[in-house]
């Protein structure tokens, strides 16, 4: 029978049960368990997907779900292998069986995609993640390797450089990790405490260690509001000072404008001041791949406060290869 017909006939019952439907559309291809072993009569280019794990089912928000299975993997950029249902199916079956895929996890330890906020330049997100990040700050650069541990842990090691005409461009490296302390699906927000240390490398001429706190929250899915509080203890010189960052974003689909601002508190000197209008842009049709334009303009602190661009690229290479999805 086609998959048109078993649609048009589950139409007619009207079931509510997502795993009803299920069985009926995907477990030929994806298993009766759903974790990608389809049956002996199925022959398919690239291996289904294993859509029973935790690791697979979370990371990415329910519209992203409902829209693979409404549009098929083609309009995604994946494979032909996965049709697209929404023709025959109707928006409330659609949601049914991306529920019940999603509900097999059966674990509330892992954050939700809903929760998974855009990147900004200023603020750490608190979504535990699987990125690599390139950001060129005016004159200065980071290299981004952050990985996912299980359902609320992180790690991330980063390097620098700068081209500025001094004898030495590698700037230091750094290491961190974050854990999720809490997070609410019905509140749309997440929490995470997080550490980085930074060695007496290239140009860092001291141990610093940086304790932060991080949270994301999208009140009535109206806005998306990001903060951090970072404190700063440096080798020799104890507690250096803080460091409270905020930014405010509008979800527009594929282009997010967003504003961040960073308030820096040392214990000695003067305090700064800075702003951060930014365009975040979806670049790939699967949304692994995204880019950030904007720039640094400092309002208050030491002279010479001049505007800087800056500009990321992000992978997020736990959703798909780089050159997939597009």
Same mark, same amino acid.
């Given at each position: 029978?086609?998959?048109?017909?078993?649609?048009?006939?589950?139409?007619?019952?009207?079931?509510?049960?997502?795993?009803?439907?299920?069985?009926?559309?995907?477990?030929?291809?994806?298993?009766?368990?759903?974790?990608?072993?389809?049956?002996?009569?199925?022959?398919?280019?690239?291996?289904?997907?294993?859509?029973?794990?935790?690791?697979?089912?979370?990371?990415?928000?329910?519209?992203?779900?409902?829209?693979?299975?409404?549009?098929?993997?083609?309009?995604?950029?994946?494979?032909?292998?996965?049709?697209?249902?929404?023709?025959?199916?109707?928006?409330?079956?659609?949601?049914?069986?991306?529920?019940?895929?999603?509900?097999?996890?059966?674990?509330?330890?892992?954050?939700?995609?809903?929760?998974?906020?855009?990147?900004?330049?200023?603020?750490?997100?608190?979504?535990?993640?699987?990125?690599?990040?390139?950001?060129?700050?005016?004159?200065?650069?980071?290299?981004?390797?952050?990985?996912?541990?299980?359902?609320?842990?992180?790690?991330?090691?980063?390097?620098?450089?700068?081209?500025?005409?001094?004898?030495?461009?590698?700037?230091?490296?750094?290491?961190?990790?974050?854990?999720?302390?809490?997070?609410?699906? +019905?509140?749309?927000?997440?929490?995470?405490?997080?550490?980085?240390?930074?060695?007496?490398?290239?140009?860092?001429?001291?141990?610093?260690?940086?304790?932060?706190?991080?949270?994301?929250?999208?009140?009535?899915?109206?806005?998306?509001?990001?903060?951090?509080?970072?404190?700063?203890?440096?080798?020799?010189?104890?507690?250096?000072?803080?460091?409270?960052?905020?930014?405010?974003?509008?979800?527009?689909?594929?282009?997010?404008?967003?504003?961040?601002?960073?308030?820096?508190?040392?214990?000695?000197?003067?305090?700064?001041?800075?702003?951060?209008? +930014?365009?975040?842009? +979806?670049?790939?049709?699967?949304?692994?791949?995204?880019?950030?334009?904007?720039?640094?303009?400092?309002?208050?602190?030491?002279?010479?406060?001049?505007?800087?661009?800056?500009?990321?690229?992000?992978?997020?290479?736990?959703?798909?290869?780089?050159?997939?999805?597009?």
């Amino acid at each position: 029978m086609s998959p048109f017909a078993i649609l048009a006939a589950f139409a007619l019952q009207s079931p509510d049960s997502g795993a009803e439907l299920y069985h009926a559309w995907c477990a030929a291809c994806h298993g009766q368990d759903a974790q990608g072993t389809p049956a002996a009569s199925v022959r398919t280019t690239v291996p289904p997907a294993d859509l029973a794990t935790c690791a697979a089912s979370t990371p990415e928000p329910a519209e992203r779900w409902r829209g693979v299975v409404a549009r098929g993997g083609a309009a995604y950029g994946l494979s032909l292998d996965m049709p697209a249902f929404g023709e025959a199916a109707t928006p409330e079956q659609i949601r049914w069986v991306v529920r019940y895929v999603r509900s097999l996890c059966g674990s509330a330890a892992w954050p939700p995609g809903e929760l998974n906020f855009p990147r900004g330049f200023l603020v750490e997100k608190a979504f535990p993640e699987n990125e690599v990040v390139l950001v060129n700050h005016d004159r200065e650069q980071n290299y981004i390797f952050e990985r996912r541990f299980g359902a609320r842990f992180q790690i991330e090691a980063e390097a620098r450089t700068a081209f500025d005409g001094a004898p030495n461009s590698f700037d230091g490296a750094s290491l961190a990790g974050k854990l999720d302390l809490w997070h609410s699906p +019905q509140a749309l927000a997440i929490t995470t405490l997080g550490l980085e240390a930074t060695p007496r490398l290239g140009r860092q001429d001291r141990w610093e260690v940086e304790p932060f706190l991080a949270f994301g929250w999208s009140p009535h899915e109206v806005v998306t509001v990001q903060g951090q509080i970072v404190g700063t203890w440096e080798e020799q010189a104890g507690i250096a000072g803080f460091e409270y960052r905020l930014g405010v974003a509008k979800d527009f689909g594929r282009v997010i404008p967003m504003v961040e601002a960073g308030w820096v508190v040392p214990r000695q000197g003067d305090h700064a001041l800075s702003f951060y209008p +930014q365009l975040w842009m +979806q670049l790939s049709r699967l949304g692994h791949v995204a880019g950030s334009i904007g720039a640094e303009l400092p309002a208050v602190g030491p002279e010479p406060r001049r505007p800087k661009l800056i500009a990321f690229l992000l992978w997020d290479f736990g959703d798909a290869g780089l050159f997939k999805g597009w």
